[in-house]
């Protein structure tokens, strides 16, 4: 077995603010993901990587940075909070052709 | 590009009625795997079921799926709804862009 650890659990932020959010996973999976999800809403796809130090655009990277530093850790960072933003995000990892084990999220609120 | 499109938004039933949530897909790709993931209130989504292989039934946990590339279809069933399967569920894809499509998700209430 393994785990996802997302750090922190509840970010809070200022408009404008660059804000990073940290995940880690011990499954030594190749593929790792950052989702955002809105309240009742779907998953959106913001980044995702295939390997260490690989980038790949989601559907919703506009505003996003994102940086695998190493095979175990992949960072997303905010570049400029939106005021009034609110959303969970959820990072994953999976080995190739197999299912998605996803953290417990990072809570999002800016002021 | 790959596609997923799931039943609308939300599926209201009684318990102890059959669950029925739609799901059908594009790809290009003739093997895809098909994925139901499910989303419990306050919790990260979670593996339901998974299949690559058409026409075989999958089952878990009372809930079954069997992939159909003739339609390419995978819809979720159960044949007796509880109150526990109240939750968000998300048809997803795989093809050989390694990169995983997921639907808009479908929201499932079940009253007593």
């Known amino acids: 077995g393994g785990i996802i650890t997302q750090t922190p659990k509840f970010l809070i932020g200022q408009e404008g603010q660059k804000l990073t959010l940290k995940c880690q996973q011990n499954?030594?999976?190749?593929?790792m993901y950052w989702y955002r999800q809105d309240s009742g809403k779907g998953l959106r796809l913001i980044y995702y990587?295939?390997?260490?130090?690989?980038?790949q655009k989601g559907d919703l990277s506009e505003g996003y940075d994102a940086s695998r530093e190493k095979k175990s850790s992949f960072s997303l960072t905010v570049t400029s909070a939106q005021k009034n933003e609110m959303a969970v995000f959820l990072c994953?990892?999976?080995?190739?052709?197999?299912?998605?084990?996803f953290g417990p999220g990072t809570r999002l609120t800016v002021l | 590009g790959d596609s997923v499109t799931q039943t609308e938004g939300l599926v209201t039933l009684t318990e102890g009625l059959p669950v029925m949530l739609n799901c059908t897909y594009q790809?290009?790709?003739?093997?895809?795997?098909l994925f139901w993931y499910v989303q419990h209130l306050n919790e990260s989504p979670r593996l339901l079921l998974k299949?690559?292989?058409?026409?075989k039934r999958t089952e878990h946990q009372g809930f079954h799926a069997t992939l159909h590339k003739s339609s390419s279809s995978f819809h979720l069933q159960k044949s007796s709804a509880q109150l526990s399967d109240s939750a968000l569920y998300y048809c997803?894809?795989?093809?050989?862009?390694?990169?995983?499509?997921f639907g808009t998700g479908t929201r499932l209430q079940v009253l007593p």
């Open positions: 994953a990892s999976s080995n190739g052709w197999d299912e998605q084990y």
């Open positions: 499954f030594n999976h190749d593929t």
């Open positions: 990587s295939i390997t260490e130090n690989d980038l």
């Open positions: 790809t290009i790709y003739s093997n895809p795997f």
């Open positions: 299949s690559f292989t058409d026409n």
């Open positions: 997803a894809l795989l093809s050989n862009t390694n990169k995983v499509v």
